[in-house]
């Protein structure tokens, strides 16, 4: 069997510029995850506030952030279509296609569900057998759906957990004997929390929320049979959010969310001595690094840097973000996102607006990365949510 590796590709496009300082190559150490496109923003919102979520308003596309949010949400229910092409500076037919969505159940207004759907195309693939011989035509693809639940534990606290179905196909096979691709499956669950407060600042009444998010706790994903078993990109995303009115009408939202891959590092040949000795303890530890289990790899992750407790503080993603808003219906977005150079060095800022009116809400965003030849410099992202509170109102007016 055979298999087109994903992560590899991610790590290859996205550490173009880092691999070539040599003052830096022997200490890049990104983590190393299957299934990388879980990891993507769906949404123009969160991606032009520098990937920030975990505790701003909640919206139709909070399942990625933070499903807790729902319980909180304003509306009944929403749904929101979200479209991305991926690496658009290298390819044009890499997408990330999302729908999200949530519904208020209960009396109470303190419970909701929720849903969510990806697909991750990378286009058509050509594969070679060699001296100019074209292979077999493939389009790999990788997609989830999951369903979350949450509730409001008391006025100002919530939490929320969510299920997901991974699927990752891939892999192909080498035989022309009708279809013989293969792909990879997995199961992954998050667990979340939102905590809001309306504190009296001066004549003002401002919001501050927190919110915490574990995703994608889960098995493992293989294409060739367990061999080589890669980890889902299990993450820890810590934020706050503090809102406060700027005039009548005119509000600004200021936020920073942490977050760090819960995988542990894979061992390097490096880091270990010279001659047998030192290939034996590599050998072994490159053993126990595939033979771990998820669960024992999340407070693994905590403590395998080679460097230690500053090794261990460079796998912490940071994105500040800000958000304006008027009369709730005209937003002006941007943010910043910062990613330590030995760890996969994305440094990017995000721009962003937002239009809406009582069914509908359209928001856009644009990424601009700081180095030139970052892949993922010029991404855009699209958002179409529609608010059923708003189109039951409308449907009302009519009749």
């Known amino acids: 069997m055979k298999s087109i590796s994903l992560s590899i590709l991610f790590a290859v496009l996205s550490i173009v510029s880092v691999r070539a300082q040599g003052s830096i190559k022997n200490e890049f150490n990104p983590i190393e995850t299957g299934v990388t496109s879980l990891s993507i923003a769906p949404d123009a919102r969160g991606a032009s506030m520098g990937d920030l979520g975990a505790a701003t308003e909640p919206d139709a596309n909070s399942q990625f952030w933070n499903p807790s949010k729902y319980a909180f949400a304003y509306s009944q229910a929403s749904v929101s279509l979200n479209y991305t092409p991926w690496l658009r500076k290298l390819v044009n037919d890499i997408f990330l296609a999302d729908l999200s969505g949530y519904y208020k159940i209960g009396r109470d207004d303190n419970q909701a569900i929720s849903a969510s759907l990806r697909y991750?195309?990378?286009?058509?693939v050509t594969t070679s057998e060699g001296e100019g011989i074209v292979g077999q035509s493939l389009n790999?693809?990788?997609m989830s759906f999951d369903i979350g639940y949450s509730r409001k534990l008391s006025e100002k606290f919530s939490m929320g957990v969510v299920f997901r179905y991974i699927y990752s196909a891939l892999g192909f096979s080498e035989s022309y004997a009708g279809d013989q691709s293969v792909g990879a499956s997995a199961f992954a669950a998050d667990i979340a929390g939102y905590y809001t407060s309306y504190p009296i600042i001066g004549r003002n009444e401002c919001q501050w929320s927190w919110g915490w998010n574990i995703s994608n706790i889960g098995s493992k994903v293989?294409?060739?049979g367990g061999e080589n078993p890669a980890f889902l990109p299990t993450n820890l995303k810590i934020g706050t959010t503090f809102t406060f009115p700027l005039a009548d009408y005119h509000n600004l939202a200021l936020g920073i969310d942490f977050n760090k891959l819960l995988v542990p590092a894979k061992p390097r040949r490096i880091d270990f001595e010279d001659g047998l000795e030192g290939e034996i303890e590599y050998a072994h530890k490159l053993e126990d690094w595939r033979n771990m289990s998820p669960i024992t790899?999340?407070?693994?992750?905590?403590?395998?840097?080679?460097?230690?407790?500053?090794?261990?503080?460079?796998?912490i993603n940071v994105s500040l973000g800000a958000e304006y808003s008027y009369n709730n219906q005209f937003f002006l977005r941007a943010g910043y996102c910062y990613e330590n150079?030995?760890?996969?060095?994305?440094k990017y800022f995000g721009l962003g607006a937002g239009f809406?009116?009582?069914v509908v809400r359209l928001d856009a965003s644009y990424m601009m990365a700081t180095a030139q030849t970052s892949p993922l410099d010029q991404t855009l992202?699209?958002?179409?949510?529609?608010?059923m509170d708003g189109l039951r109102d409308l449907l009302g007016k009519r009749r």
């Open 120 to 124: 991750f195309s990378l286009g058509e």
């Open 140 to 142: 790999p693809y990788e």
């Open 222 to 224: 293989s294409y060739d």
């Open 297 to 315: 790899g999340i407070f693994k992750s905590f403590s395998d840097a080679p460097g230690g407790v500053g090794e261990e503080l460079k796998e």
């Open 341 to 346: 150079a030995n760890k996969g060095n994305r």
């Open 356 to 358: 809406s009116l009582n």
């Open 381 to 387: 992202r699209f958002s179409l949510t529609f608010d």
